[in-house]
């Protein structure tokens, strides 16, 4: 999705550069999906994660670590915001494990994140685009779905707000957006099969996220302005809801 970003969505993100530090990790599926489909090879999920053959592992870091890196750090150029590309696999910024070897092949989760490395980055004002790759102990890269890269490193760097970016407004039951929701009621949602596909991994990694640290983790859309009315706009996932005054 991130490939895909409106020319307003930057406009907010430089706005909340201006409050916030950011570090940008990316995903993209969709062109993914496209040269996969362009090269004749099939593409497989399990439970909303992309099962990585060592074909398709070539594309994807050719994807992800080439041009989706290029076009985002591009962008935000043109939008007078310094970024550098980073591949997780380089440099020792996330270290990982396979996550199933048999049904996903290799796909990996995040055993540990360099917070050193993109701290560094920040600290030179530089915006780090991060591509979700690991290598493990026996230095194999491995593909890590962008939503498990990005609550590893909120959590690594002690994030106070993490931002899951997608091509919806937000949770929706409905037609509906949901404004606030908790762990709870996510689990319900999926369950009820109201929450599916590639929205899984995202909501769980948002949970996972949770923190006393980082009490709220966003789902916001990529296809419109991040901010209204001084207030990020999508769905608010809190580990309890917000008591109303009354």
């Given at each position: 999705?991130l490939d895909q970003l409106t020319t307003s969505?930057?406009?907010?993100?430089?706005d909340i550069l201006k409050h916030y530090r950011?570090?940008?990790?990316?995903?993209?599926?969709?062109?993914?999906?496209?040269?996969?489909?362009?090269?004749?090879?099939?593409?497989?999920?399990?439970?909303?994660?992309?099962?990585?053959?060592?074909?398709?592992?070539?594309?994807?870091?050719?994807?992800?670590?080439?041009?989706?890196?290029?076009?985002?750090?591009?962008?935000?150029?043109?939008?007078?915001?310094?970024?550098?590309?980073?591949?997780?696999?380089?440099?020792?910024?996330?270290?990982?494990?396979?996550?199933?070897?048999?049904?996903?092949?290799?796909?990996?989760?995040?055993?540990?994140?360099?917070?050193?490395l993109l701290e560094h980055l920040l600290e030179?004002?530089?915006?780090?685009?991060?591509?979700?790759?690991?290598?493990?102990?026996?230095?194999?890269?491995?593909?890590?779905?962008?939503?498990?890269?990005?609550?590893?490193?909120?959590?690594?760097?002690?994030?106070?707000?993490?931002?899951?970016?997608?091509?919806?407004?937000?949770?929706?039951?409905?037609?509906?957006?949901?404004?606030?929701?908790?762990?709870?009621?996510?689990?319900?949602?999926?369950?009820?099969?109201?929450?599916?596909?590639?929205?899984?991994?995202?909501?769980?990694?948002?949970?996972?996220?949770?923190?006393?640290?980082?009490?709220?983790?966003?789902?916001?859309?990529?296809?419109?302005?991040?901010?209204?009315?001084?207030?990020?706009?999508?769905?608010?996932?809190?580990?309890?809801?917000?008591?109303?005054?009354?």
């Open positions: 999705m969505f930057y406009a907010s993100f430089q950011c570090i940008v990790v990316h995903g993209g599926g969709p062109s993914i999906t496209d040269l996969l489909g362009r090269l004749n090879i099939e593409g497989e999920f399990h439970e909303g994660l992309r099962k990585t053959t060592r074909e398709t592992l070539e594309v994807v870091e050719m994807v992800l670590g080439g041009k989706v890196s290029g076009q985002i750090t591009g962008e935000l150029a043109k939008h007078g915001v310094k970024a550098v590309g980073v591949k997780g696999s380089e440099t020792t910024l996330l270290r990982a494990t396979y996550m199933n070897r048999e049904k996903l092949d290799y796909v990996g989760k995040v055993d540990y994140v360099n917070a050193d030179g004002d530089y915006v780090p685009v991060v591509s979700p790759f690991g290598k493990t102990d026996d230095h194999q890269t491995v593909n890590i779905n962008a939503d498990v890269a990005a609550a590893a490193i909120a959590k690594a760097v002690q994030a106070e707000k993490l931002l899951f970016v997608t091509d919806v407004p937000g949770i929706l039951v409905d037609d509906q957006v949901i404004q606030d929701t908790t762990p709870e009621e996510i689990s319900s949602l999926i369950d009820g099969g109201i929450i599916y596909g590639g929205m899984i991994p995202k909501v769980q990694s948002a949970v996972d996220a949770l923190s006393d640290h980082m009490q709220e983790v966003l789902i916001v859309s990529g296809e419109d302005a991040l901010v209204e009315e001084d207030k990020i706009k999508g769905t608010s996932i809190r580990a309890k809801r917000k008591e109303k005054i009354k």
